[in-house]
């Protein structure tokens, strides 16, 4: 009997210690699975983000080289095939796949294989045409092309476990919180990130190549903002500058196009630069087509965020918003077939304070001979009762504290229909506040630029503004294409002054200290082209 009691007991005991083992290995793998499903969930939003920005910082890390090149190139064409088809496919960001398992083999085999790199340095300089340093470890090789193999190949596998992620999920969840807000505020002005960019690209610097930005951005004023067409084409062209920029850092000296070449006018009438060494030198030259690119992608992002949206939230017209700005609880499902909560009043509450005005007869009586401002219909009660809550309670210590907390209730809800009017009241301010003030924004712009510099220009924008002060507002609108073609006029021409003065063949031949401006008139003849670059 004691042999078969402990072994009973050791029994009881590895049965014990096994179950609890196989507790623990389910609530190790449940945790695992759990922070997969949080770190796939962020690379699905997240992923190609990460991809473009680590393949960037590989780009800026390196002296320009055909390797970091074809990063370069194979990113432009995964992003650039994503906007114009409008759908991530396979086959756009599979090449960039493979081309950096590619490189990360040749490299490798490089660092390990030294009779391979004494072959490849006599058709190819290692280090300027690859980036490849002979003299450095296998790690500091090997990390660009690693790095890029990785945030590649995670991508990959997000893209396949995505096809088993349920889609089905109500978008309206997606769009309440902090989150949401934001996502509608970038729809609200992605197209103004995209012109704003645009506009810095085609000043830095100022050149043919930036004046096709220049010249876009006015055409692209007019259309709509659901239009496509835009950020299309301003992708396409980005892409095809910093293909030439990046290769001109490799063949502009062969092609005597540097600064202090044969050909370097060209370079500056084209606007290509020579960019300084190291990351903020590369960062600096590739700024503006960044930034634009950026822009663009953003805005590939929002009109998908803007398709997916409940059709409650969107706006149909032409020359709207795309959407509203603020989400109102009415359009959430919830509260769609529970109408108390348009009022910020829960169920719960309101049968609350149902069933504390029921339960004394005595204070309905009360308050309407006391006070006239609640109204409550007693004509159900009989005088039976009234009489005997009133020999009761009437006048008593529970009565007033009825009185109070009825005037409490009626205050509290006052105040809530009080802060719910104001927020809407904000919130139809914040939306429309372009619509009902955009005449004043722009009568302000147009006294802030008639005051800046004063010349020629400055009396047009003045007579602009004294237009707008004395004509309707209906006719302004009327009037305003020719406004906008007027405003476009001037500043192509003043890109133009700007871009021929720095023109190394277009430099001014009198000095500005041997001109008095203070005398100008008697000496206007004589100095006629300096007068009249300070006129316009």
């Known amino acids: 009997k004691k042999f078969l009691l402990q072994h009973l007991l050791y029994a009881s005991y590895v049965f014990a210690l096994s179950f609890l083992v196989l507790l623990s290995e389910k609530w190790v793998a449940t945790y695992l699975s759990a922070i997969g499903e949080k770190f796939l969930s962020t690379y699905r939003s997240y992923g190609t983000y ?25 990113l432009q064409f995964w992003i650039i095939g994503r906007q114009l088809v409008e759908k991530t496919r396979r086959r756009l960001w599979l090449p960039l796949k493979a081309y950096a398992i590619l490189v990360f083999v040749f490299t490798y ?23 490849y340093d002979p003299k450095a470890s296998l790690l500091e090789n090997v990390w660009e092309s690693l790095s890029v193999l990785i945030v590649m190949q995670l991508y990959s596998y997000e893209r396949r476990q995505s096809r088993y992620h349920d889609k089905s999920v109500s978008c309206y969840l997606h769009e ?12 609200w002005h992605s197209e103004k990130i995209l012109s704003v960019s645009v506009f810095y690209a085609s000043v830095s610097p100022i050149s043919a190549f930036s004046f096709i930005y220049l010249l876009a951005l006015v055409v692209c004023s007019v259309l709509p903002k659901a239009s496509r067409i835009p950020s299309k084409f301003f992708l396409v062209y980005t892409g095809i500058l910093v293909t030439f ?9 062969d092609a005597e196009m540097f600064p202090g070449q044969k050909y370097a006018n060209l370079s500056v009438f084209l606007g290509l630069q020579v960019f300084s060494s190291g990351f903020w030198g590369i960062e600096a030259g590739l700024r503006g087509k960044i930034l634009v690119i950026v822009a663009c992608t953003l805005q590939y992002n929002v009109f998908h965020w803007i398709e997916k949206m409940p059709s409650t939230l969107k706006n149909s017209g032409k020359w709207e918003e795309p959407c509203h700005l603020f989400v109102l609880r009415e359009h959430t499902p919830a509260s769609t077939s529970v109408s108390l ?49 009133g020999s009761a309670n009437g006048g008593s210590h529970e009565s007033h504290q009825w ?40 009568m302000i712009a147009l006294l802030l630029a008639s005051f800046t510099v004063l010349n020629a220009m400055s009396l047009f924008y003045i007579l602009c503004l004294v237009a707008c002060i004395l004509l309707s507002r209906r006719l302004v609108h009327k009037l305003w294409p020719l406004f906008f073609v ?9 890109y133009f002054a700007v871009w021929k003065h720095l023109m190394p063949w277009n ?12 005398d100008c008139w008697s000496k206007f003849n004589a100095n006629f082209d300096y007068c009249k670059s300070c006129w316009l």
Not at 50 to 74: E, H, K, R, W
Not at 507 to 518: D, L, T
Request: aromatic share 14%; with cysteine.
């Open 50 to 74: 990460i991809a473009f920005l680590t393949i960037l910082l590989t780009v800026y890390l390196v002296v320009p080289n055909y390797i970091s090149f074809g990063y370069l190139f194979f």
């Open 109 to 131: 085999s490089l660092s390990v294989f030294p009779s391979f790199q004494l072959w490849i340095s006599r058709i190819v300089n290692l280090y300027t045409q690859l980036g």
């Open 176 to 187: 309440i919180g902090v989150l949401g807000f934001l996502k509608r505020l970038l729809a």
């Open 245 to 253: 920029e990046y290769l001109f850092q490799m063949w502009g000296r």
């Open 341 to 389: 909560h348009s009022t910020d009043i829960s169920p719960a509450s309101a049968n609350k304070r149902a069933s504390s005005f029921s339960l004394s007869p005595c204070f309905i009586s009360q308050r309407n001979q006391d006070s006239g401002s609640v109204h409550v219909d007693a004509g159900g009660l009989d005088n039976q009762a009234r009489s005997s809550c």
């Open 403 to 442: 009185r109070r907390k009825s005037i409490h209730v009626l205050r509290k809800a006052r105040f809530d229909m009080q802060m719910k009017t104001l927020r809407i009241f904000m919130n139809y301010w914040t939306e429309n506040v372009f619509n009902l003030f955009g005449l004043e924004i722009n």
């Open 486 to 494: 007027l405003f476009a006029t001037i500043l192509i021409t003043e």
């Open 507 to 518: 430099q001014v031949v009198p000095r500005k200290e041997e001109i008095c401006c203070h």
